[in-house]
């Protein structure tokens, strides 16, 4: 593979990776009643709409047909493409329904 093909091939692996990141976010959110549209804008506020996000929304399932995405997924996945801010929304979100569950 020539070096061009290579990176070629490198971007588009992050980019499919990248994508998957943000579906594995957006089905967390629907799981667990949250919109992942006003998360991502609590967490960068600056930044426009996001297109890649808007996608991953619409191919969510139902809390019901969904498998089950443990925090820990979720973390580990923004923590790995540089989502700080956004795992720290997460982060909150988590702990509000630790909060809840303590209070029932």
């Not at 593979?1 to 499919?16: A, C, G, P, S, T």
């Not at 957006?26 to 709409?49: G, R, S, T």
Request: proline share 3%.
């Amino acid at each position: 593979m020539h070096r061009k093909q290579l990176e070629e091939q490198i971007i588009r692996n992050y980019e499919r990776d990248e994508t998957m990141m943000i579906l594995v976010f957006a089905q967390w959110c629907v799981n667990h009643d949250l919109d992942p549209l006003a998360l991502y804008k609590q967490a960068y506020p600056d930044q426009a709409e996001n297109a890649a996000l808007q996608q991953a929304v619409d191919l969510t399932v139902s809390k019901h047909e969904a498998g089950e995405v443990p925090d820990e997924t979720v973390l580990g996945v923004l923590s790995l493409f540089g989502n700080e801010e956004l795992a720290f929304v997460v982060t909150e979100q988590i702990a509000k329904r630790g909060r809840k569950k303590a209070q029932s």
